[in-house]
């Protein structure tokens, strides 16, 4: 999920809606979508551009560790692979940007909100990828999760929100199996290439679940959200689907999940499982994770370092559209 | 904060000679950046076989409150479809 405990800017519990606000809500209890010059009230903007404007950030940050592997893929068809995917994920960020324009808030201000820490991205891209089993675990485990919580949001209530997902579940699937893929290629390989494997999924099991955030089933926020249709399921629910589906997974690969609590519970029909450490995942939100600093820093220099080129390619298009108005 | 590069709608033409439909938007300095940009950021996987890009600002919309007024009307005329008239099987396909 790479929105996590997006807080709400709705109307506190009990409180009256306006006639205007309980028509919005009437459309969105009958499923139709809300488009970007509809009425909609102010808390149900600003939560979305919370929302959405993370999820980009997320997409975006979310190349680093990825791209940390790009010059040291093993063959060259991984690394093609490899860029391809990277590559998806810058994408993924623009459809989720013009989403959340449509809003009324520009790139570049949720860029800067970004770079100066107002604006949030997954914690789990504050995790290092110390092996190329790390690129495997990513795609397999946090593209994964993010699947999870993606494919629901194809319907959510904002209409350009729920276009730029259709999108980005079509491209996702991809991501997920080549990581699978290269688990497989890993688990099936020597001893040293077992071991490797069996410590990505170790080091990224829990920040994994951690995607979800913590349980959320009596946050006033979520109810919000939920009403809202820009929340789906609760965090639970998504990580308990994210468990059964995976544990199989882990099985077929001869690896071992983590977690000596990890059982088939018959009655719930579904595995009980270990939580997190919330601890940690409050730290590393509030940056004190492992990487934090090292991301912002490279989305930093890269803004910085760009700003020639930005400002170049501005100063052109500007001379060529002179040019145009003197020749008519 | 220098200048924002300016927003550009993008229309691709699917393979099967479909008209341009549109895609979403994205942000360059000028129309040639906006097309070669819509090909890395909408065509990554043959979606297309033409771009168009029109600057977000030169688009003319028509408004919600207007809905009523402007498509309403055509609720009344449903004898503009085929289906209105009944024609005896015996005439043969219509």
Known sequence: ?328 | MSQEWPLWEIFIRGQHGMSHRHVGSLHAPDAEMAIRNARDVYTRRKEGVSIWAVRSTDIAASSPSEKGPLFDPADSKVYRHPTFYDIPDDVGHM
């Open chain 1, 1 to 328: 999920m790479y929105a996590q405990m997006v807080k709400s800017e709705g109307k506190r519990p009990g409180e009256a809606l306006s006639p205007e606000e309980q028509a919005f809500q009437d459309r969105i209890d009958a499923g139709e979508r809300i488009e970007p010059r509809d009425w909609m009230p102010e808390g149900y903007r600003k939560t979305l551009i919370r929302q959405i404007g993370q999820h980009a950030h997320s997409e975006i940050v979310g190349q680093l560790p990825e791209g940390n592997w790009i010059t040291r893929a093993p063959t060259l068809e991984r690394k093609a692979i490899l860029l391809a995917k990277v590559q998806d994920e810058a994408g993924h960020g623009l459809y989720l940007y013009s989403a959340a324009e449509t809003l009324g808030e520009s790139r570049d201000e949720m860029t800067q909100k970004l770079l100066d820490g107002r604006m949030k991205y997954s914690s789990i891209f504050n995790y290092p990828t110390l092996t190329w089993a790390d690129i495997g675990a990513i795609g397999w485990l946090v593209d994964g999760a993010a699947i999870m919580n993606q494919v629901p949001l194809q319907r959510t209530s904002y209409g350009p929100y729920a276009r730029a997902m259709v999108r980005i579940c079509k491209e996702e699937s991809f991501h997920q199996r080549q990581g699978y893929h290269i688990m497989m290629k890993m688990a099936r390989g020597t001893d040293a290439q077992r071991e490797m494997a069996q410590d990505a999924l170790n080091r990224f099991w829990y920040p994994s679940l951690m995607m979800f955030g913590p349980s959320d089933k009596e946050s006033v926020h979520s109810a919000q959200n939920m009403a809202w249709k820009i929340k789906i399921n609760t965090n639970d629910e998504l990580r308990q689907k994210f468990v059964d589906q995976t544990v199989p997974q882990a099985e077929f690969l001869g690896l071992t999940v983590p977690d000596e609590t990890l059982c088939w519970n018959e009655e719930k029909g579904g595995y009980d499982f270990a939580e997190p450490d919330w601890n940690e995942f409050f730290e590393v939100l509030k940056g004190n994770g492992p990487c934090n600093a090292e991301r912002i820093g490279a989305r930093q220099k890269a803004w910085d370092d760009g700003a020639w080129f930005r400002d170049g390619l501005s100063a052109y298009a500007d001379k060529q559209q002179a040019r145009r108005m003197a020749a008519e």
